[in-house]
């Protein structure tokens, strides 16, 4: 029986603030020791650690992760068998055009992002 995957603690919390206007300043003041510098972002293909013959099969899992779909049902809409599905989020098997295209209306996303 598969486990489930336990959540990783975070070391950092969002929180957004509701003040009036004229005392955003302040409350800017008042937390700026604390707030990471949010201008030192990272571009997302530095933070994901993808090979680029990886990411087409995790466009995939994440499309369909997103739209709360399991491989049966993305295989079903696709009409293809759902071990295709598997072996593409695995790149074992390629996308080609035309299975792009269709991935990408069954997902609601471009199909560009699967090649």
């Known amino acids: 029986m598969l486990e489930r995957t336990k959540a990783h603690p975070t070391d950092c919390v969002e ?3 509701v003040v009036p206007a004229s005392k955003a300043d302040a409350v800017r003041r008042a937390v700026a020791p604390f707030i990471a510098d949010a201008e030192a972002g990272v571009p997302w293909r ?8 990886e990411l087409p099969g995790a466009m995939v899992k994440g499309g369909r992760v997103k739209e709360g779909l399991t491989q049966a049902q993305l295989a079903a809409l696709v009409g ?15 996308i080609g055009k035309e299975m792009a295209k269709r991935l990408g209306k069954a997902l609601g996303v471009g199909y560009k992002v699967f090649l």
């Open 15 to 17: 929180l957004r603030f």
């Open 46 to 53: 530095e933070a994901l650690v993808i090979a680029d013959a």
């Open 80 to 94: 293809i068998p759902q071990r295709h599905v598997s072996e593409m989020e695995h790149g074992k098997r390629p």
